[in-house]
């Protein structure tokens, strides 16, 4: 257990909708990473905050946005499904804006 | 072009066996390079990391070796176990820092009995 903890475990959604991915960091990690990994793919770097600001932009799409909030918190909200954003979904920590990252155990995204 | 890429794609070995990965990246600067084990549809587990000056470090069963010249690292796994069954993923970090992450494809590793 690396302390991340990621809701839902699975979400199941029709093309066109809207839905928030919810990541709480482990205690005392201040930088949230967001990923997209498609079936049989790599994980692809989609956005990081640290302390509530965002810190580095990787491929996401301007459908995707996210947040850190102040109890440090993230949300990554996922906007015009389409059927290619079916992907697991993970969210990482790390104390600082640099550092080991620690994975969470992925929001599994299914769209039908 | 930074990239990691990843060989095998994919290896089946018995039960008992050891086997090499291998991981060859273009990333520059370099700072460290990380391995990670990734069980079917978890999230990725640390095994290891290597700075620039570190040529071997060992993990129980897992030996990641580091060629910082040639860039290349390799995952050592001995007697390996049904439980090592996961995908191995190399990552190296962008622009020698840590916060952008650049991911190998994998090495899928099924061990058999």
């Known amino acids: 257990d690396s302390g991340v903890t990621q809701t839902p475990k699975h979400l199941i959604t029709a093309t066109g909708q809207r839905v928030t991915l919810r990541c709480s960091p482990r205690?005392?990690?201040?930088?949230v990473y967001w990923y997209q990994q498609s079936l049989d793919q790599g994980l692809q770097f989609l956005i990081q905050?640290?302390?509530?600001?965002?810190?580095a932009k990787g491929n996401i799409l301007e459908r995707f946005s996210a947040q850190q909030f102040p109890d440090l918190h993230s949300e990554l909200n996922l906007s015009s499904l389409e059927l290619g954003d079916s992907a697991l979904y993970f969210c990482?920590?790390?104390?600082?804006?640099?550092?080991?990252?620690?994975f969470g155990p992925g929001t599994r995204l299914t769209v039908l | 072009k930074n990239q990691v890429e990843q060989s095998p794609q994919s290896l089946i070995i018995l039960e008992g066996k050891n086997c090499t990965l291998q991981c060859n990246y273009t990333v520059s600067p370099f700072s460290n390079l990380r391995w990670y084990k990734q069980d079917t549809g978890r999230g990725p587990v640390s095994l290891t990391i290597?700075?620039?000056?570190?040529n071997t470090k060992s993990n129980g069963r897992y030996t990641a070796t580091l060629d910082a010249d040639t860039k290349q690292s390799s995952l050592h796994i001995t007697a390996s176990q049904l439980s090592d069954s996961a995908s191995y993923i190399c990552?190296?970090?962008?622009?020698?820092?840590?916060?952008?992450?650049?991911f190998g494809a994998g090495t899928r590793l099924a061990v058999h009995p």
């Open positions: 290597m700075t620039f000056s570190e």
């Open positions: 905050y640290y302390n509530g600001e965002e810190r």
């Open positions: 205690s005392g990690d201040l930088s």
């Open positions: 990482a920590s790390s104390v600082v804006g640099a550092g080991e990252q620690f």
């Open positions: 990552v190296v970090p962008l622009s020698g820092g840590y916060n952008k992450l650049i």
